[in-house]
């Protein structure tokens, strides 16, 4: 019979979160890919209402006189950008996984287990919160550096993958 020590450390079974094979996981081109896409979508769309909204002539009447735009604005357009997003971006996230680029691309967003992530966990867990990081001054322009550098890891998840549980797959 064992003798039992009471100060030896418990025994457990520990796995790993199962991630999908590097075969099946998207290369890190098609995900820079789709991201430009996504971008150039958001940027013809967010722009233009920038533009009228006057935040472009908010922006200059500051620097002209030598100081940033108040919080306040940038804190209201950071929301009119998540709203554009989620109407932009939420058909196709809600339906497949995948944002326009993706879907361009033939890449979608999976959890860790291969399943299609709720529309609710991508846009509260995989897009929010980098948006609200991305409007503090300092940390943002440093965690928008940091979050898609983290792709160059073994799995290819980038921050924002690592805070929603999620990866991008090639679509099949």
């Known amino acids: 019979m064992e003798e039992q020590n009471p100060y030896r450390s418990p025994e457990s079974a520990i796995t790993d979160v199962a991630v ?19 971008g150039l979508i958001m940027g013809m769309i967010i722009f233009p209402l920038m533009f009228v909204g006057g935040y472009w002539t908010a922006v200059m009447t500051a620097a ?12 209201l357009w950071g929301v009119i950008g998540f ?20 879907k361009m691309l ?9 399943a299609k992530p709720s529309l609710g966990r991508l846009l509260g867990l995989r897009y929010l919160p980098l948006q609200v990081i991305a409007n503090i001054p300092v940390v943002g322009p440093l965690a928008m550096i940091v979050d898609p550098l983290l792709i160059f890891r073994d799995d290819r998840r980038c921050g924002h993958d690592l805070i929603a549980g999620t990866q991008v797959v090639k679509a099949e």
Request: hydrophobic share 45%; no cysteine.
């Open 64 to 75: 002209s006189e030598g100081h940033q735009v108040d919080i306040g604005t940038m804190l």
């Open 20 to 38: 999908m094979g590097d075969a099946n996981l998207a290369g890190r081109g098609e995900r820079f890919g789709a991201s430009l896409i996504d």
């Open 83 to 102: 709203a554009v997003l989620v109407v932009v971006q939420g058909i196709p996230l809600h339906a497949s996984g995948q944002t326009w680029g993706k």
């Open 106 to 114: 033939g890449i979608k967003i999976v959890d860790l287990s291969g």
